[in-house]
């Protein structure tokens, strides 16, 4: 089965550049949502989308921003890059429009900010 | 105090021993409960799912939710070697139209060969 696909896998960047991180959700999924996990903490919830719109804010710095394109994928954008922003990026999906309420998580995007 | 809360462990349980996990969680009107296993450095995969008070099975897990003691249990017959990773507890609260995830910290299971 399709599963969440998440680019790229690791990304380096240095304090104060911008990241783009992509998420291809489940095909058929209507909700896509974004968590961040810094070491040895559990996934925050960011933000999330539900049929391209944004539906919920969760811990997300200013700094950030993310959309949901007409073909459903999204992207997480990351400005002013800052050390403590080294951690995992999931992006998850869901059918919520089937009252289905389980989300899938994608592989990950490593990021490490130096 | 953590909306989910779970033992941090780490709990350590012979080959072929029953696993408990336990979880509980603050906001009394959430509906959806889930347990997800993540290896170190990978992503959450999603093992269970639970939604009504009682018990609930899939091969060797079973879920165990009780709305009125706001806990919900993972159990885990037969553990494996491959079963030792970190359990994560999620919630869906009950605020407006909120999907988003709220986890527990974790409890990091070790089987034992």
């Known amino acids: 089965a399709a599963g969440v696909i998440q680019s790229p896998r690791h990304l380096i960047k240095e304090k104060r550049e911008t990241a783009t991180l992509k998420c291809y959700p489940i095909?058929?999924?209507?909700?896509v949502y974004w968590y961040q996990q810094g070491p040895g903490q559990d996934p925050q919830f960011l933000i999330s989308f539900y049929e391209k719109m944004q539906s919920d804010k969760g811990s997300i710095p200013d700094r950030f921003s993310a959309q949901q394109f007409s073909d459903y994928h999204s992207e997480l954008n990351m400005s002013s890059l800052e050390l403590g922003d080294s951690a995992l990026y999931f992006c998850?999906?869901?059918?919520?429009?089937?009252?289905?309420?389980?989300?899938?998580f994608g592989p990950g995007t490593r990021l490490t900010v130096t | 105090q953590k909306e989910v809360e779970q033992n941090s462990g780490p709990l350590s349980v012979p080959e072929g021993a029953i696993a408990s996990l336990n979880c509980t969680y603050s906001d009394r009107g959430s509906q959806s409960f889930f347990w997800y296993r993540q290896y170190s450095g990978k992503s959450p995969e999603l093992i269970m799912s639970i939604y009504s008070n009682g018990d609930k099975e899939d091969g060797r897990f079973t879920a165990q939710l009780n709305k009125a003691s706001q806990y919900v249990s993972l159990l885990i017959r037969d553990s494996q070697p491959s079963d030792s990773a970190t359990y994560l507890c999620a919630v869906i609260g009950s605020s407006g139209s909120a999907r988003q995830l709220t986890f527990g910290s974790g409890t990091q299971l070790t089987v034992l060969p």
């Open positions: 998850a999906s869901s059918q919520s429009r089937q009252g289905a309420n389980e989300q899938y």
């Open positions: 095909p058929r999924h209507d909700t």
